[in-house]
């Protein structure tokens, strides 16, 4: 099955390509043609093959899903089920994903051009994301006050927010919509979800997954396109209470800014420029295979990936040309590569971008060890590939150090002291997550106590659970998505007050005869 398609698939409805025009803009649980009529070509990243038409949508079409999403939650029975019943719309949703684990992994594959296990590995995440928060419903009902006040209930409760405009990115498609959809759910919200307009395919499906599962119509709304035609919808309309965005900083700021005039809650997770400190006494063996996972997994398309290298000075010329050596064995290829260690770039516009990175840093004084080309022969050369890039001799002044690059480029720092590291690793206006390796747990505790990220690693890079919260500080964003708190994003805090023997308070009495006011 090749992209987005129409099929019985074991009993489940899914995505047909004969039937485009209709797949994109999901209201009132069912597709609809987009108000203009257009449709967007979805092409394979690894070779430019298209794998999905769908729905370009318009601001008139996220209007309409806006508009379902209210009546459903104004007018709808989801915000007032139980969170029990709610939770087990989500299990039912984790089950159905494990089902149809190859159907998802292969449409998140031919969309991002990653390779089918790295998309495999999403799909069990994503259903895990599901289950933890199936899991977790009816856990936390509030809580009671003492107000010390004699006849009174008071009582700390919990509510939806209501309608949630959530706008994902394209680098990890399904489940970055996962970390909002799930809590957004089990908290009784209604939403508009709004993909990458490169990378739809998944979230396509996800709603006839979420309509099989039990949801009712309308609560899940699907508008597809590009984010000034229909994610600036999410951020301006009244209609909405809360924004969920993640993506690039400069995006974030104008959503932040849009939001503003309704005083919308507002979520943004942002990326980062994240340090991977590696002093002398470190487990060579691991901070080498490490440092490599950390940058070049999914061709350094993640916003947690450690792009900077900071290397006690003792060790780096070792450490690096080794570095060097298997960064230059990394094998590029095609979603179906069996071969493959790591996939192209989401499109030949952004293989430019990073191209462009590379040859500023360059051009600051930073030495090319390794990469740092477009690919013009071969198989490579018909994808937007780059090869794993090291850029050394590299200081905090340098913008190829304080700017992300969103691509398979690591830079290299080197550091004296432990105090240096820390100062150097917070020397940045992210503050996405980072790591620290050596042996000496003392010192592994000092550094990641000190460091200004919000997830840290030590003796590690890139692991995560869905049970533990997620987002930065500075210009990584605001809130956090996953473990409680992320749930706690998408719920509104009520104090009920109960007076259970009321009486008169006398506290404006009526006048009293033969008194002069």
Known sequence: ?????????RGRTVVDQD???LRGLFVDGRWRKPAAGKTRIIACPADGKQVAEVAECTDADAAAAV???RRAFDGGGWPGTSEKERGQVL?????????DKALYARAEALDTGKRYVEAEYDIDDIAACFRYYGGIAGTDAGRVIDTGVPGSISRVVYVPVGVCGLITPWNYPLLQASWKVAPALLAGNTFVLKPSELTPSTSILLMETLLEAGLPAGVANLVTGTGPDVGAVLSESADVDLVSFTGGLATG???MKSAATTVKRVALELGGKNPNIVFADAHREAALDNALTAVFLHSGQVCSAGTRLLVEESIHDGFVAELVRRAQDIRLGGPF????QTGPLISAAHR??????????????????????IPDAGVLSVGSYYPPTILDGCHTSMKAVQDESFGPVLTVETFSTEEEAIMLA???AYGLAGAVWTQDGSRAQRVAGALRHGTVWINDYHPYVPQAEWGGFGKSGNGRELGLQGLAEYRETKHIWQNINPKPSHWFEPPQAGVQQ
């Open 1 to 9: 099955m090749s992209g987005v398609q129409f099929a019985e698939n």
């Open 19 to 21: 039937a485009a025009l």
């Open 67 to 69: 508009a379902s999403a």
């Open 91 to 99: 299990l039912r949703t984790a089950e159905l994903l494990e089902r």
């Open 253 to 255: 700021i104008n959503v």
């Open 337 to 340: 590569d069996e071969l493959a």
């Open 352 to 373: 430019d971008k990073v191209h462009a990175f590379v040859q500023a840093g360059i051009d600051e004084g930073a030495s090319l060890l390794c990469g740092g080309y």
């Open 426 to 428: 917070n020397d940045t």
